[in-house]
């Protein structure tokens, strides 16, 4: 599965950063340390992806096997 996981930089999603990861396990089902270990290896802050993986209103993921918006072809 892939996901685009949309995170805040500053806690009050007035800034945010969008990476992409590809996992065996929904993102859902992870554990804190399995989620700390995700956002540490975009951001290479321990304690940043700490704070991310227990908060889990910081951030939010999208599976990209789904499509929102197609557009038109000319």
Do not use: Q
């Not at 892939?2 to 007035?14: E, I, L, P, Y």
């Not at 089902?29 to 290896?41: R, W």
């Not at 889990?56 to 557009?71: A, I, N, P, Q």
Request: proline residues 1%; aromatic residues 10%.
């Amino acid at each position: 599965m892939r996901f685009a996981v949309t995170f805040t930089t500053d806690g009050k999603w007035n800034t945010v950063d969008t990476f992409i990861v590809e996992t065996d396990t929904h993102l859902k089902d992870m554990s804190s340390e399995e989620l700390a270990t995700m956002f540490e290896a975009y951001i290479c802050d321990s304690d940043d992806a700490e704070e991310l993986a227990s908060n889990k209103e910081h951030w939010f993921c999208h599976e990209l096997g789904s499509t929102d918006v197609v557009m038109p072809r000319e």
